[in-house]
């Protein structure tokens, strides 16, 4: 796993539009017009889903390369509670996932095995410890 860079987010005077950074990329966060927002980025948890998508994706080229399997390309479709907030508390994501390719029946159970394996979707299936402090 390579190094991992502080993100950084900062809120200035417009309202919700957040410049987040890790040094060597920006990107921005928003709200929907309808939430007050500009609708200039995704909302944080379109954020956090697009995190899982990427890895996802990225987890599942790497290991076909590596065995030298015949994946052409990968759509990560996700939906965080799609059928609203479940009653129990919590959350849903709903992942989907496309493979295209030449790839056996075993290849492709194995591919969806590896998706549950990458290391976004372990954190966010982990317990999670934020620890908050005033600069």
């Known amino acids: 796993m390579s190094k991992s860079r502080t993100v950084t987010a900062v809120l200035g005077d417009t309202p919700y539009l957040v410049k987040l950074s ?11 017009l309808d939430s007050g927002g500009g609708d200039r980025g ?6 956090v889903l697009s995190g899982l998508g990427a890895c ?6 790497m290991y076909a390369a590596r065995k030298g399997w015949a994946l052409a390309d990968v759509t990560v479709e ?3 509670n799609p059928d609203g ?10 992942r989907r996932i496309t493979l295209r390719g030449d790839l056996t029946a ?5 591919l969806m095995q590896v ?21």
């Open 56 to 61: 996802t994706a990225i987890t599942l080229r």
């Open 85 to 94: 907030v479940p009653s129990g508390g919590g959350a849903e994501i709903r």
């Open 42 to 47: 995704p909302t944080p948890h379109q954020l």
């Open 115 to 135: 998706a549950d394996a990458c290391p976004v979707a372990r954190t966010l299936g982990g317990e999670i410890h934020t620890t908050t402090s005033l600069v």
């Open 78 to 80: 996700l939906q965080l």
């Open 106 to 110: 075993e290849q492709r159970e194995r």
């Open 22 to 32: 890790d040094g060597a990329h920006e990107w921005l966060g928003d709200e929907p």
